[in-house]
């Protein structure tokens, strides 16, 4: 069974770093394209960023470019979301989710065409 666990989300200042996990089992990851999206209180849920399943093409969005990283360790079944110079408008739940589509060339995809989620892990930006 297909499933995502996030991990690494928690509290941290203005202008510091996180890093979250997105560990995959049920499936081979390499096949798949991961993204990262995030849901605030009372907004709905946006990309956050994406990266292939082959060559590991990466998109952000606007508000995280030169900020998040994404990558992927296919042999740990894990794509990872680096994230520094956290700013408190980056608090939210953070969603990772899957989808077998050749998906993230072009841009981060819209939540509604991935097939599968994680629970999420929140991550509050706060002094």
């Known amino acids: 069974q297909l499933q995502l666990v996030e991990s690494g989300g928690g509290l941290v200042q203005p202008g510091g770093s996180l890093r979250l996990s997105c560990a995959a089992s049920?499936?081979?990851?390499?096949?798949?394209?991961i993204g990262w999206f995030r849901q605030a209180p009372g907004k709905e849920r946006e990309g956050v960023s994406c990266?292939?399943?082959?060559?590991?093409?990466?998109n952000y969005a606007d508000s995280v470019k030169g900020r998040f990283t994404i990558s992927r360790d296919n042999a740990k079944k894990t794509v990872y979301l680096q994230m520094n110079s956290l700013k408190p408008e980056d608090t939210a739940v953070y969603y990772c989710?899957?989808?077998?589509?050749?998906?993230?060339?072009?841009?981060?995809?819209?939540?509604?065409?991935?097939?599968?989620w994680g629970q999420g892990t929140q991550v509050t930006v706060s002094s």
């Open positions: 990266i292939s399943s082959s060559h590991g093409w990466a």
């Open positions: 049920g499936f081979t990851l390499d096949y798949y394209a």
């Open positions: 989710a899957s989808t077998p589509a050749a998906v993230c060339v072009l841009g981060v995809p819209p939540p509604s065409i991935m097939n599968s």
